[in-house]
């Protein structure tokens, strides 16, 4: 069946360093992939989304990119800050305008350290 | 719009009992999920619903059952509660045709099987 690997599991870093989070997918249709953000006890929000048809996608301090021939997506986030820590989750779906479900990956818990 | 509500918030359950999970909607968004949490694990997916009438199994189906009676409504019931499904719980729903790309998801409930 589809499958989402993430890794790593957890990630620390200094206030102001660089993290990336990496997510490889099995399902080769899968065509829209989000990044969800989950604080402790709450629920998951959405934070940056990128589909099939393009390779980059960038938000202020974070960025999504796209490898479909590796079947590979990465999560980039830029200068930092203590209030990035969080639980990070990325997914894929194939047909997502028609409802196709997300598949996630198992979670990156990040901390960053003042 | 209170967007999507889940009652109850926390519940115990003795082996062996029943209950319904509560999920309702307000955004008109024809598609609605269940997930489950477990640490370390990443959401799973339990059922997810296209539209009023129609439902289908997701990754981790065993042990629930699910109806759509309604756009809005989208209750999860338990049969027979065993101690593997005490896990948080959450709905949400979506609908790319709104242009709404992300999952709106609901606070959660979490359940203790004892």
């Known amino acids: 069946g589809e499958n989402v690997e993430q890794h790593p599991s957890t990630l620390s870093v200094q206030e102001g360093d660089s993290a990336v989070i990496k997510c490889t997918y099995s399902?080769?249709?899968?065509?829209?992939f989000p990044w969800y953000k989950q604080e402790l006890g709450k629920r998951p929000q959405l934070i940056i989304d990128?589909?099939?048809?393009?390779g980059e996608k960038k938000d202020q301090r974070i960025a999504v990119t796209l490898n479909k021939t590796a079947k590979h997506f990465s999560l980039h986030i830029t200068e930092t800050q203590p209030e990035d820590s969080a639980v990070y989750f990325c997914?894929?779906?194939?047909?997502?305008?028609?409802?196709?479900?997300?598949?996630f990956g198992q979670g990156t818990e990040l901390s960053v350290k003042p | 719009n209170a967007g999507v509500t889940q009652t109850p918030k926390f519940r115990i359950l003795k082996i062996g009992q029943s209950m319904t999970l509560q999920c309702t909607q307000d955004?008109?968004?024809?598609?609605m999920y269940w997930y489950r949490q477990d640490p370390g694990m990443g959401l799973k997916l339990i059922y997810y619903?296209?539209?009023?009438?129609?439902?289908d199994k997701g990754e981790v189906p065993n042990g629930y059952n699910v109806s759509r009676s309604t756009t809005e409504d989208f209750p999860l019931r338990l049969e027979l509660a065993a101690p593997s499904q005490t896990s948080v719980y959450f709905c949400?729903?979506?609908?790319?045709?709104?242009?709404?790309?992300?999952?709106?998801f609901g606070s959660g409930t979490r359940l203790t099987v004892v």
């Open positions: 949400a729903s979506s609908d790319p045709g709104q242009g709404n790309y992300g999952y709106t």
């Open positions: 399902d080769s249709a899968s065509n829209y």
């Open positions: 990128i589909r099939s048809n393009v």
């Open positions: 997914a894929a779906s194939r047909n997502y305008n028609q409802g196709g479900k997300l598949i």
């Open positions: 955004m008109n968004h024809n598609y």
């Open positions: 619903s296209v539209g009023a009438g129609i439902t």
